[in-house]
């Protein structure tokens, strides 16, 4: 293979493969590397496999609910079907020869390797060293943390990896971590029989949404016979036998089969090399600028710049990188990004909470809604919990945040997410007209709360 081509990409999950094979399809010269495989996290380990488990899980609850409502059923959950649809619908037995035959049809060239930059414009793999006459594109993603805890190196530990991958499941599990992939695998074994158990060193899970979220989660993981462990540190981890034993600074040891990391998840920059591209490798991220440049002749995409872990900006980026690296006059970054963690009640939210606009120095005003109490939410009668929450800039007129929690809360977040990015008037969202009986109609009884 020759060691020189127009443009290299270091990393090929969804945002890198899509900026190699559109660039490879208008005919420039292309090398993707990767040391794992081409797809990424997403559709091995993330996005795809998790939501199979969720919607198997969320269908075990479905069924529980009927009695009193629709029937009488027995429930015989059985996790061997989940892992075989894993296997043969999500990953492939975790084999990317599909993927990368795909990208190389389009002209790409593909090396398997641990890249590392050398220089601005060099990336070497295991000794050999590549060069791009035209750029470099950082897509190397992030890897999980973990905490510094006693004892945890002793332990066989599982991190997000092991727990899709699993073909049995443990009779109890202990989650260091409650957000967004913490809570949602824990709800997803427990509703298969799995006695789990929750610490989260902040006060509430999903710290990073409105504390509303955490509560009414919490409380729901709790009916389900979830522990949960919120403002607990973990002190200490141990072997106990053929268990794990869990040390909290507040409450008992917890003693399980299976402890799982979920504490987050952060780049390796100096890993990356790139200092010797002149970028920061004790910065959190890798700072880029609208068009997804990180330095001359340097792009960065995806979960490396820290601008949000989603696929869906991953492949936003992606795409305006892209542009720009084929001279192509690039969109303007959408500011509007939308997060929906999946557990049940779904949590959508996107802009701004009601805490950081207020610290923005903002005058805001505050429009809620309970799902329960809409006519949607009363027909539901059970697995109904959630809210919608609407942060207006009062000045302005218009939203800047929005939350919406509940069966649909994903799916009711994309109105939502339109009116925060085109800045619609609040006053014009309150003339729309809510189909009825919906639980985006929750969305209109905020707005009439706004007003108030």
């Known amino acids: 293979m020759s060691d020189r081509a127009d443009v290299i990409v270091l990393g090929m999950g969804i945002a890198g493969e899509l900026v190699a094979s559109g660039l490879a399809e208008e005919g420039l010269d292309v090398i993707g590397i990767d040391g794992g495989l081409v797809g990424g996290e997403c559709p091995y380990w993330g996005c795809i496999p998790t939501k199979m488990m969720i919607r198997a899980a969320n269908l075990l609850a479905e069924a529980r609910r009927i009695p009193g409502i629709a029937g009488d059923v027995t429930v015989t959950p059985n996790w061997d079907f989940v892992a075989a649809r894993i296997r043969d619908e999500a990953t492939d037995d975790w084999d990317d020869r599909v993927a990368v035959e795909r990208y190389e049809r389009k002209g790409g060239r593909f090396v398997r390797g641990v890249g590392r930059l050398v220089a601005p414009n060099s990336v070497e793999v295991a000794g050999?060293?590549?060069?791009?006459?035209?750029?470099?594109?950082?897509?190397?993603?992030?890897?999980?943390?973990?905490?510094?805890?006693?004892?945890?190196?002793?332990?066989?530990?599982?991190?997000?990896?092991?727990?899709?991958?699993?073909?049995?499941?443990?009779?109890?599990?202990?989650?260091?971590?409650?957000?967004?992939?913490?809570?949602?695998?824990?709800?997803?074994?427990?509703?298969?029989?799995?006695?789990?158990?929750?610490?989260?060193?902040?006060?509430?899970?999903?710290?990073?949404?409105?504390?509303?979220?955490?509560?009414?989660?919490?409380?729901?993981?709790?009916?389900?016979?979830?522990?949960?462990?919120?403002?607990?540190?973990?002190?200490?981890?141990?072997?106990?036998?053929?268990?794990?034993?869990?040390?909290?600074?507040?409450?008992?040891?917890?003693?399980?089969?299976?402890?799982?990391?979920?504490?987050?998840?952060?780049?390796?920059?100096?890993?990356?090399?790139?200092?010797?591209?002149?970028?920061?490798?004790?910065?959190?991220?890798?700072?880029?600028?609208?068009?997804?440049?990180?330095?001359?002749?340097?792009?960065?995409?995806?979960?490396?710049?820290?601008?949000?872990?989603?696929?869906?900006?991953?492949?936003?980026?992606?795409?305006?990188?892209?542009?720009?690296?084929?001279?192509?006059?690039?969109?303007?970054?959408?500011?509007?990004?939308?997060?929906?963690?999946?557990?049940?009640?779904?949590?959508?939210?996107?802009?701004?909470?009601?805490?950081?606009?207020?610290?923005?120095?903002?005058?805001?005003?505050?429009?809620?809604?309970?799902?329960?109490?809409s006519a949607r939410g009363w027909l539901h009668k059970v697995g109904n919990e959630g809210f919608v929450k609407l942060v207006e800039d009062e000045d302005r007129g218009v939203l800047i945040g929005a939350t919406a929690m509940g069966p649909a809360g994903g799916e009711v977040l994309s109105m939502l997410t339109l009116a925060v990015e085109a800045a619609i008037p609040t006053r014009d969202l309150r003339r729309m007209i809510y189909a009825y009986p919906t639980f985006h109609r929750a969305v209109e009884d905020a707005l009439a709360a706004l007003a108030r």
């Open 128 to 373: 050999q060293r590549f060069e791009a006459s035209r750029g470099v594109v950082l897509a190397t993603g992030t890897s999980p943390v973990i905490p510094p805890i006693p004892g945890l190196e002793t332990v066989d530990y599982w991190t997000n990896r092991d727990a899709v991958a699993a073909k049995e499941l443990p009779e109890s599990l202990v989650v260091l971590g409650g957000g967004a992939i913490g809570a949602e695998l824990a709800q997803v074994f427990a509703r298969f029989g799995v006695r789990v158990a929750i610490v989260e060193a902040l006060d509430r899970l999903l710290p990073l949404e409105e504390p509303e979220v955490g509560l009414l989660l919490a409380d729901v993981l709790r009916r389900e016979g979830i522990a949960v462990h919120a403002g607990s540190r973990v002190a200490s981890a141990r072997i106990e036998g053929d268990q794990i034993a869990v040390r909290v600074d507040a409450g008992p040891e917890i003693v399980a089969d299976r402890l799982l990391v979920a504490t987050g998840r952060r780049p390796d920059l100096v890993a990356l090399g790139v200092a010797n591209a002149g970028l920061d490798e004790h910065a959190r991220w890798i700072s880029v600028d609208a068009r997804l440049r990180a330095a001359e002749g340097i792009w960065a995409i995806g979960d490396v710049t820290g601008v949000g872990p989603f696929t869906h900006v991953a492949v936003h980026q992606a795409r305006i990188a892209l542009d720009d690296i084929l001279g192509r006059n690039p969109p303007a970054a959408s500011q509007a990004i939308p997060r929906v963690t999946f557990t049940d009640p779904e949590v959508g939210s996107v802009g701004l909470s009601e805490t950081a606009a207020r610290e923005t120095g903002r005058r805001v005003r505050i429009g809620f809604a309970d799902v329960q109490s």
